[in-house]
């Protein structure tokens, strides 16, 4: 079954007299399991797309449905609703507490369930969700005292704490040095390849895009191409065949 499963979404921002239609009729299927990333040059749609898919903001039209369920229509409190049941968020930043711990920062989303969950498993899976991305040795630090990698996959953490069953990341790279990048991206592989989560992320770097299994460009608020990874290496491969005839 597809996650992600749009059609035609256009989204029109209307500030005062002027219009801007970011968005002018999107496809994007994504099946369970897969690891995308969206690239695309600034102001082409790309954060639009993801604050669509992430039922932050709502399609001017088209379909959404998400996990099977036509949320395009809902109101602002379903979608809260739904964000929260089925939705992990990464962002640029991190997004931590100052002086809370890790624990403490991962917990969060659970609180809203306090009841469901009794605070025993809360704790374990919190526990859990930090040792999945390499920090159960840093359960009880706060944000100052960990680096900018570890602070994301801190955050990484809390956005998998409510087992979501999508993972969505706009520039979650964009605030690390190169080699903390990788190893953030390797993390977002691992939870891919081992525990079969399904990302999305926005990134503009080509390097980072590499680490998804499907890259999906956006151009002036349409997408200029979908190709699996594979796909791209056989193309670049048929590319320089042509280069290699010629010569
Ligand atoms: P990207 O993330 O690819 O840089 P965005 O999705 O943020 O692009 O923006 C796409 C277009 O929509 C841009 O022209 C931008 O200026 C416009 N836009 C984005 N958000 C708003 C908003 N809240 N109000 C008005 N225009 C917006
Ligand atoms: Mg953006």
Same mark, same amino acid.
Do not use: W
């Given at each position: ?5 749009? !059609? ?10 002027? !219009? ?28 639009? &797309? ?50 809370? &711990? ?33 920090? /159960? ?10 680096? /900018? ?23 979650? &790279? ?74």
């Amino acid at each position: 079954m597809n996650v992600i499963d749009a !059609s035609d979404l256009t989204r029109t921002y209307v500030t005062g007299e002027v !219009s801007v239609t970011a968005l002018k009729g999107v496809d994007i299927a994504v099946p369970e399991g897969d690891f995308v990333a969206i690239m695309g040059p600034s102001g082409s749609g790309k954060s639009t &797309t993801m604050n669509l898919l992430g039922c932050l903001d709502r399609p001017t039209s088209g379909s959404y449905k998400l996990d099977g369920v036509e949320v395009s229509g809902m109101s602002a409190d379903q979608l809260a609703e739904i964000r929260n049941q089925k939705i992990g968020f990464v962002f640029q930043g991190f997004n931590l507490l100052a002086r809370t &711990t890790a624990m403490e920062n991962v917990e969060l989303p659970l609180l809203y369930r306090e009841k469901e969950i009794p605070s025993k498993e809360r704790r374990q899976r919190c526990k859990d969700a930090l040792q999945s991305v390499g920090l /159960g040795h840093r359960l009880d630090h706060v944000p100052t005292q960990l680096s /900018g990698g570890e602070q994301q996959r801190v955050a990484i953490a809390r956005a998998l704490v409510t087992r979501p069953s999508l993972l969505l990341a706009d520039e979650p &790279t964009g605030n690390l040095d190169s080699r903390t990048s990788v190893e953030v991206m390797r993390i977002f592989q691992e939870l891919n390849e081992e525990q079969n989560i399904t990302v999305l992320l926005v990134t503009h770097e080509p390097d980072i895009a590499q680490f998804a299994k499907r890259i999906i460009t956006f151009k002036d608020g349409r997408i200029k191409s979908d190709l699996t990874v594979k796909e791209r290496l056989v193309a670049k491969q048929v590319l320089l065949n042509m280069v290699d005839e010629d010569e």
